[in-house]
């Protein structure tokens, strides 16, 4: 059986493209062939690359500016421009090839998808927990709608996840639908209708053992 070619995208700082091997772990043993993906800086490079792909995991990140309501506090950095432009390039010439988002990933394409985002949960959000384990959060129970298709992958309705998160989604983008949120009510899962994207707040590739299910239903849709 052939292994679906997954675009990864990565952080960026100093001139230096960075990963967690986590990703490509997780990618790996779920039976796709992990590709970093570049970070270009035009659409004719990037439509060649992204031509070899099959799917796309947009990774964790800074904080997203794109949508945002009110200022990102000083414990969270803005995105650099090159990691912006080459995500948005990334994701724009996907097509219709799935992808994954994961934690600035998944508020990545809320805004991309015209919604918005709290720049600071806990002092926007009354009565909210603490979602950044550099605040002191833990992990916490996301809740998960029933009819999602991440419930009918997932086979659970509640999860212990864990949390890394200072922003959150306000208002899901067009075109998605919220399907998890935490106890507290902020968002933790979005997807679109066909499950093309498909959206988590929380860190799976961190917990891989617990959310194998994902990765290998992403890696089967991308083979398809």
Do not use: W
């Not at 039976?31 to 099959?54: C, H, N, R, S």
């Not at 990140?61 to 009110?70: H, R, V």
């Not at 809320?110 to 002191?136: E, M």
């Not at 590739?205 to 083979?223: G, K, Y």
């Amino acid at each position: 059986m052939t292994r679906p070619r997954i675009g990864i995208t990565t952080s960026y700082s100093e001139g230096r493209q960075k990963l967690d091997h986590t990703y490509i772990s997780a990618i790996e043993e779920s039976g796709g062939l992990p590709m970093i993906v570049p970070m270009l800086q035009t659409k004719e490079a990037m439509e060649y690359f992204t031509a070899m792909l099959d799917g796309l995991v947009i990774t964790g990140g800074p904080g997203i500016t794109t949508g945002l309501i009110g200022d990102l506090p000083d414990d969270l950095e803005p995105v650099d421009a090159i990691r912006d432009q080459a995500d948005r390039l990334a994701y724009s010439t996907m097509g219709t090839k799935p992808v994954l988002g994961i934690c600035y990933g998944m508020q990545f394409i809320n805004a991309q998808a015209g919604g918005t985002l709290y720049a600071d949960t806990v002092a926007q959000v009354p009565d909210v927990l603490i979602h950044s384990s550099s605040r002191g959060g833990k992990d916490h129970e996301v809740i998960l709608e029933n009819d999602s298709y991440l419930y009918s992958v997932l086979n659970e309705s509640r999860l212990q996840v864990n949390t890394y998160h200072i922003q959150s989604v306000a208002q899901v983008g067009a075109g998605l639908r919220v399907v998890g949120r935490g106890s507290d009510g902020v968002v933790e899962a979005i997807e679109s209708p066909d499950a093309r994207l498909i959206g988590v707040q929380f860190h799976p590739e961190r917990m891989f053992e617990n959310t194998r299910p994902l990765f290998e239903d992403f890696v089967r849709r991308c083979r398809r």
